[in-house]
Every structure is written in C-alpha cells, then in structure tokens.
C-alpha cells in the first residue's frame, strides 16, 4: 500500500479531533532506525499545542499574555520503538492542575493502538513581568478542570 494511500486511510479514520496524527519523518530517526529520543519530546509538545487548540484554550497560552508557561518537567517513558513512516497518534490529556501547574500525560499510540511512549509533562504558570510562579488564572483553570483524567502511574 503506498503511502498516500496509508495516510488518508489513517486520516480517514477519525475526523479532526483532539488527537495529534503524524507519520514517523525521516528527520526523527536516529542510527538505530527507530523515532530519536528528543523526536519524542517535540510530538508530545505538538500534541499538546494540537489538544489546546482544538479545545479552544490556545488563546491562554499565546506570547504576550499576561502569564506565561515555564517547563518544569518532562519524562519519558519508553514503551516500544517507532520507526520511519509509522502512523502514531498522541492522546493528550490533562494529568493534574496544580496551584501554580499544569500536568500533561499524553501517550502515543502505535497504528494498532499499541502504546509506544508515555510521557509527564509539567508546565509551571509565571506572572510574565516578575517571572515569579502565579496561580493558575482562574478562568483557564475552569475551562481545564473537565479535561482532567488523573496521572496513571508510569511502569518502567
């Protein structure tokens, strides 16, 4: 099956959701032929982007606002390798809301539904002047709350 043909049938799937969709490129293959560790990183970031504009949040998070959001952290877990061309799709989802956080949990899936990485990434509101953690804006956070699904706990 060409590849095209792969991609509008893994497109066709589903309609646009808050889902990200990628075939594996190129670029995110290391020596080994699977996805590099940092490609991983930057899909779960793009996925993260995805699910907040498809959520109508993004506005939140645009540069010039007056909060801005630090990384605090991110870990990832390595469940099965990916590899040039494979059709992933990344569930985002909201792990927890802290007072001054905002946990993501976002996992990838391989074309079967197989997990293929996990991730926790957490996220830290700043006051954009003083860069001094704020609490999270009160709107934001009632706009998140019902997208919270509480962190599972990661297998190593």
Known sequence: MSMQH????????????????????????????????AAHVSHFEAAISHFLRYEGLSEHFAPGGRYVFHVRKVEVLFHAPSRYDDLIEIECRVGRLGRSSLGFSPR???????????????????????????????????????HVIPHEPQSE
């Not at 954009?128 to 706009?143: E, N």
């Open 6 to 37: 792969r991609l509008r049938s893994f497109a066709g799937k589903q309609p646009l959701d808050r889902n990200y969709r990628i075939a594996v490129p190129f670029r995110d293959i290391d020596m080994h032929g699977h996805m590099h560790n």
């Open 108 to 146: 990838m899936l391989g074309p079967e539904g197989e997990l293929r990485a996990t991730a926790d990434i957490v996220w830290i509101c700043v006051e954009r002047q003083s860069s001094v953690p704020s609490p999270l804006p009160d709107d934001l956070r009632a706009a998140l709350e019902h």
